[in-house]
């Protein structure tokens, strides 16, 4: 049976995400977001399920920095999963001396910690889920989770719905070694990363690519390049799928103006919003235009 490995272990808002993504596949839990993409790229498993993004802490650095390097891996889906956080616990809140989590999720609950366990020192665990097992083996008192988490570890409720910023989100990343990609819906979402070069203006370069194609951004992260102080990659995610004449003409012209850029997918936006067409950017006027240019390399038109 196929299998999606995802960022466990079980009860984490990735294992949420994957079962809405997974069609027949087994879901297998790994303890880190690099070790989803080490069984695909291994082919211990089919397919890797982690976090690439929060409304509140920004970008999963993990998911960023694994996609970046090594065997290139291709997102074909993704799940937005809005999020609010369970605070589980061993004893009563009086007890609380630690609270452990994922860095995102501390990040989350800044505020109400402070509120409602202002004598607590906070520890950062691999995932929500991994705190709730070391909350369980007695390491620390209380643990930041996913609503689910306590149906796999029962522990006391001390909190539901936590969460300093109303409506937070997270979205997540279905990947899989390079194939066949998901038809284009007019709702898409693709995703590259491309090390642009270290002289004045090769980031504008790139982006005016994309501007002057009417391409609408959804998110540009910055991460160092391992190794080279000062040196930085750009994950660029835009609307649109590289089926599209459009798109694939933007792609096209980074590739030329950057021997650096890597496809990281093209798949359909979890929120359906479709795709910004400015005037004159259509994917019907670009293939007119070129329909036009062909004729007058025929001599049929001027
Ligand atoms: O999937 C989980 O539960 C995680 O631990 C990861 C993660 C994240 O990386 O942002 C997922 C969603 C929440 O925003 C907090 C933590």
């Not at 399920?49 to 999963?60: A, D, F, I, T, Y």
């Not at 989770?145 to 409720?157: F, G, I, M, N």
């Not at 007019?186 to 590259?192: E, K, L």
Request: charged content about 25%; proline content about 7%; some cysteine.
């Amino acid at each position: 049976m196929p299998r999606i490995a995802y960022f466990g272990p079980q009860g984490t808002f990735t294992e949420q995400a994957a079962r809405s993504l997974a069609g027949d596949e087994e879901l297998t839990p790994v303890e880190t977001i690099s070790a989803a993409l080490t069984s695909v790229r291994k082919g211990e498993a089919d397919a890797a399920c982690v976090p690439v993004e929060n409304s509140v802490e920004g970008p999963v650095t993990a998911t960023l920095d694994g996609l970046a390097e090594e065997a290139p891996l291709v997102a074909v889906a993704e799940a937005l999963l809005p999020v609010h956080f369970s605070v589980l616990a061993r004893e009563d809140v009086e007890t609380v001396r630690t609270v452990a989590s994922h860095p995102h999720a501390l990040a989350q609950v800044r505020l109400w910690l402070e509120r409602n366990l202002p004598e607590a020192r906070t520890v950062v665990a691999s995932s929500t889920a991994a705190a709730a097992v070391a909350v369980q083996r007695g390491e620390y008192d209380a643990a930041v989770t996913a609503p689910v988490a306590v149906e796999h570890y029962p522990l006391r409720v001390l909190a539901t719905g936590v969460a300093d910023v109303p409506d937070a989100r997270t979205r997540f990343l279905l990947l899989r070694p390079p194939g066949r990609l998901p038809e284009p819906t007019g709702a898409d979402r693709t995703s590259i990363v491309a090390a642009a070069a270290n002289r004045t203006g090769a980031l504008a370069e790139l982006l005016t690519e994309l501007a002057t194609r009417g391409i609408n951004l959804t998110r540009l992260d910055a991460r160092p390049i391992k190794g080279n102080f000062g040196m930085y990659r750009f994950f660029i995610d835009f609307e649109g799928h590289v089926a599209e004449p459009r798109i694939g003409g933007a792609l096209a012209a980074l590739r030329r103006r950057c021997n650096n850029v890597r496809f990281l997918g093209s798949h359909p936006r979890a929120d359906g919003v479709a795709a910004t067409i400015e005037p004159g950017a259509a994917n019907d006027d670009f293939v007119n235009a070129k329909a036009w240019v062909d004729a007058v390399r025929r001599g049929e038109l001027a």
